[in-house]
């Protein structure tokens, strides 16, 4: 039953790649045979450097944004040996540990390779979890540093860019053709649906990470409680303190927006209250059917994330 599961989602992850560039293929030769490739080409040639600018400067961006300093192994022994630890069972390059300097309760992976890997926790993470809780968290980064998930969404990405470029190109090219304006709303069409794909396929990324941190030895109820506790700590964090690190929130664990509405679907899963998810209840959660709100699942087509009730109660199905 885990193999079938593991099976269907690996398909659902290629199937919709695949149709991502299915769906950029069918508007490029469009394009080329109604315009020609002069305007749009070189707004995708565009398009592809800025992915490019975005990929080399992304870790800079990511550092300075949430305050990042990187720590040696005697300032943070505990983080370095959990790190080392858990690429150790990965396979990949210990990468570099670093500590964020704000409370909202979060961590992250990214870099540009598996090589140029960082990983970071902020100050509030590390007030909250407990020791197993973190590494449970950490092996679901360091899953996505395994998977090389920095350079697939930086690719896929471009997607959308694209679409975006043809757009405005037809839009302000001063060509007023029939076939200009049916390009550009097509392209406005692949573009609205490209970015709900690369949701889709940032949302089942999630998922293997999730995977990831259990096949490295951690147990589905510590990620399943860090989790529930870190959505939690989101909805009681500093509001000005969560707009400035919104342009960054694809790289954490959860997504930190919405947390209220997410908070009262995750009371049906912590059935004594004392605000963490035991072994016991993870369990039982197996064989619960679990209630997800209208608004809940409308956000989640919205977010890079998935709902948090389906991925812990995923991680129910892991155990």
Known sequence: MKKFRTIRLTMRLYLAIALLFFLLYVIVTLVGYFLGFGGP????????????????????????????????????????????????????????????????????????????GRVCVTR????????????????????HIKHNDMAVMTLISAVPLIFYYIFISTLFSGNRNDNAGLIGIAALVGYLLSQLIV????????????????????????LASALYKLVYGTATSDKNELKKVEGVKAFFVNDISNTENVVNDLKQIDSDMDGTISQSELEELKYTRTKIGAGSQIMELLSTHPNMVKRVKRLSEMG
């Open 124 to 143: 509030g993470i590390l007030k909250l979890l407990d020791e197993d809780e973190l590494k449970a968290v950490l092996g679901h980064e360091l899953s």
């Open 199 to 222: 949701l889709f396929i940032s949302r089942v990324r999630e998922y293997y990470a999730d995977q990831g941190s259990v096949s490295l030895g951690n147990q589905p109820h510590e």
């Open 41 to 116: 080409t070189l707004y995708a040639i565009l398009a592809i450097v800025i992915v490019m600018a975005q990929y080399l400067l992304g870790p800079k961006i990511v550092e300075m944004s949430m305050r990042v300093r990187y720590v040696s192994p005697q300032e943070a022994p505990k983080l370095h040996a959990m790190v080392e630890d858990m690429a150790m069972k990965a396979g990949i390059p210990k990468p570099k540990v670093g500590i964020s300097e704000v409370n909202i309760p979060n961590a992250f992976a990214f870099g540009r390779s598996k090589g140029d």
